[in-house]
T-cell receptor
Framework: AQSVAQPEDQVNVAEGNPLTVKCTYS??????LFWYVQYPNRGLQFLLK??????LVKGSYGFEAEFNKSQTSFHLKKPSALVSDSALYFC?????????????FGSGTQLTVLP | EAQVTQNPRYLITVTGKKLTVTCSQN?????MSWYRQDPGLGLRQIYY???????DKGDVPEGYKVSRKEKRNFPLILESPSPNQTSLYFC??????????????FGPGTRLTVL
């Protein structure tokens, strides 16, 4: 079985400050890890993914995420937050080996960037 | 423009009245999937399809049906809707079910209310 935990329902950060959205995962094997973003009244949009290789993954809109195997974490980060980053963020995991069900999503974290 | 479309975007109905939510993609994707999004629960997969005439249950299939007669279309059918099916529904597609890429393209969502 695979699962994802996003321990914070809500994260508030001031514009210009660094932001972190936390994600931990559990899989019985090697994971693929993903971050998606959902803006109001929109579907989810892919942000970035970790497959193998460098533990620091860079994605869209200046976001990056760090894969930490020992802590089974994949936290989303951005050095300087923008008000336009305010959205709902989902972490997702799937096994490296093929699984037709693909992704298991976390419960989501609402990021609010304050001007 | 590459996209996943869903119709309707908003629907209010009554218990027991059959309804269909349509989903269409123009990217020639083999894999399509339906999710429901509920507060605090993230996205949960209802059904998925790996190709035409190939469908399978996800994590929460009860009360739903799907069909995949054409590659581009994947309608979600609620034969006898109940209030616990009030939710936000997303259709998604991807190029290959178990590819290393894994990114899914999501539709804009359908907000369903069952009274």
């Amino acid at each position: 079985a695979q699962s994802v935990a996003q321990p914070e329902d809500q994260v508030n950060v001031a514009e210009g400050n660094p932001l972190t959205v936390k994600c931990t995962y559990s899989v019985s094997g090697n994971p693929y890890l993903f971050w998606y973003v959902q803006y109001p009244n929109r579907g989810l949009q892919f942000l970035l993914k970790y497959i193998t290789g460098d533990n620091l993954v860079k994605g869209s809109y200046g976001f990056e995420a760090e894969f930490n195997k020992s802590q089974t974490s994949f936290h989303l980060k951005k050095p300087s937050a923008l008000v336009s980053d305010s959205a709902l963020y989902f972490c997702a995991v799937r096994l490296l080996e093929g699984s037709a069900r693909q992704l298991t999503f976390g419960s989501g974290t609402q990021l609010t960037v304050l001007p | 423009e590459a996209q996943v479309t869903q119709n309707p975007r908003y629907l209010i109905t009554v218990t027991g009245k059959k309804l269909t939510v349509t989903c269409s993609q123009n990217m020639n994707h083999e894999y399509m999937s339906w999710y429901r999004q509920d507060p605090g629960l993230g996205l949960r997969q209802i059904y998925y399809s790996m190709n035409v005439e190939v469908t399978d249950k996800g994590d929460v299939p009860e009360g739903y049906k799907v069909s995949r007669k054409e590659k581009r279309n994947f309608p979600l059918i609620l034969e006898s809707p109940s209030p616990n099916q009030t939710s936000l529904y997303f259709c998604a597609s991807s190029l290959v079910a178990s590819s290393t890429r894994g990114e899914q393209f999501f539709g804009p969502g359908t907000r369903l209310t069952v009274l």
